[in-house]
Each structure stands twice: as structure tokens, then as C-alpha cells.
């Protein structure tokens, strides 16, 4: 994914832009698919963890109106 980002930003002078936005969501898609798999094969119900830890995260930061 951090490959990608730089790619998008073009942030590596020898290089410059060598990934798109579309690149960069898939990459993204990876990262939350793998830590999907990690965390059901370290909790009984990872959908349940998961929704607990979204709304400890909501409520840590609010949205702004």
C-alpha cells in the first residue's frame, strides 16, 4: 500500500507518478481483507470485536456537524 501511495504522489524523484488512485483502493482493499483474516483467527467473533472498536473509535471522535 505505502508503494502505492508513493507511486500516486510521486514522491520518488527517479520514478515520479507510477500508480493511480485505482491502485492505491486496491491495495487498500488488500490491507482490509488481510487484517479481516488475521483478526478471525484471533477472536471467536470478529464481527463483534470489530463493531465494538468502531464505536469505541466514534465515540473517541466525533463527526463534525
Not at 22 to 51: K, M, N, Q, R, Y
Request: glycine letters at 6%; a neutral charge.
Amino acid at each position: 500500500m505505502a508503494e502505492a501511495w508513493i507511486g500516486f504522489l510521486g514522491q520518488n524523484p527517479r520514478k515520479g507518478v507510477t500508480h493511480r488512485r485505482v491502485d492505491v483502493a486496491d491495495e487498500l482493499c488488500d490491507v482490509i481483507v488481510t487484517a479481516s483474516v488475521a483478526l478471525a483467527s484471533i477472536v471467536e467473533d470478529p464481527g463483534a470485536h470489530f463493531d465494538k472498536k468502531l464505536r469505541q473509535i466514534a465515540a473517541a471522535r466525533p463527526l463534525a456537524p
